[in-house]
Structure formats: structure tokens, C-alpha cells
Nanobody, 124 residues
Framework: QLQLVESGGGLVHSGGSLRLSCAASGFTFSNYAIGWFRQAPGKGREGVSCISRTGDITNYAESVKGRFTISRDNAKNTVYLQMNTLKSEDTAVYYC?????????????????WGKGTLVTVSS
């Protein structure tokens, strides 16, 4: 059964750090780009970061550049999102998603599989 399971969310003070994990099973993980997305209360879902199949290409939303780092371990079927210097505006449910397209840039509408999300709350 195909699954993406996010973990690592929680409550943190402004300026703090969290590391999110996205564990995959049921498909050939290394054939998929993985993206992190987030949805804040009352807002639409937005892209945060994307990593290519081999991990050699990454991209970030402007709002998180320099603070967040995406990485993957294909041997463990896991993608990570290291989040530093967190701000209150980073509060959201964070989702990971997989896209099988070879040159994926993790466009929200193109993602094939989604996890159920993990909540990150940053208190000011």
C-alpha cells in the first residue's frame, strides 16, 4: 500500500527549529521528486520546497530561502525538511507529496501522492 507519512511537527517558539520527516512506502521512492507544501489556517496550500529524484536539485519558496533545507535519503525512503529560525507565519499543516515526472518542479497540481500532514505551530 502506497503511503507518505509526515512526522516531526509540533509547537516551537519563534526563532526555534524543527525537522520534519516524510517516510515513503509502497512505491519506488527514488523514481519520484518529493515536495513539501503547507497550508495555514484559512489559506490555500502552497509549495515550500522540492527535491529531485537523486537529490541534486532543490528549490525553495522565497519565504523560506536561507531558513529551510530539504534533503533525502533514498536508502531510507525518507525526505527531510530542516526548518530553522521559524516565524509565526510558518505556522501551518505541512504535507509531503510525490511526483513521478522526471523533471518535476513539484507543481502542486501535478503531484501524484500526498501524505496527511503534520502540524507546525510557531508561537511568537
Amino acid at each position: 500500500q502506497l503511503q507518505l507519512v509526515e512526522s516531526g511537527g509540533g509547537l516551537v517558539h519563534s526563532g526555534g527549529s524543527l525537522r520534519l520527516s516524510c517516510a515513503a512506502s509502497g512505491f519506488t521512492f527514488s523514481n519520484y521528486a518529493i515536495g513539501w507544501f503547507r497550508q495555514a489556517p484559512g489559506k490555500g496550500r502552497e509549495g515550500v520546497s522540492c527535491i529531485s529524484r537523486t537529490g541534486d536539485i532543490t528549490n525553495y519558496a522565497e519565504s523560506v530561502k536561507g531558513r529551510f533545507t530539504i534533503s533525502r535519503d533514498n536508502a531510507k525512503n525518507t525526505v527531510y525538511l530542516q526548518m530553522n529560525t521559524l516565524k509565526s507565519e510558518d505556522t501551518a499543516v505541512y504535507y509531503c507529496a510525490a511526483d513521478r515526472h522526471p523533471s518535476s518542479t513539484c507543481e502542486l497540481r501535478n503531484m501524484d501522492y500526498w501524505g496527511k500532514g503534520t502540524l507546525v505551530t510557531v508561537s511568537s
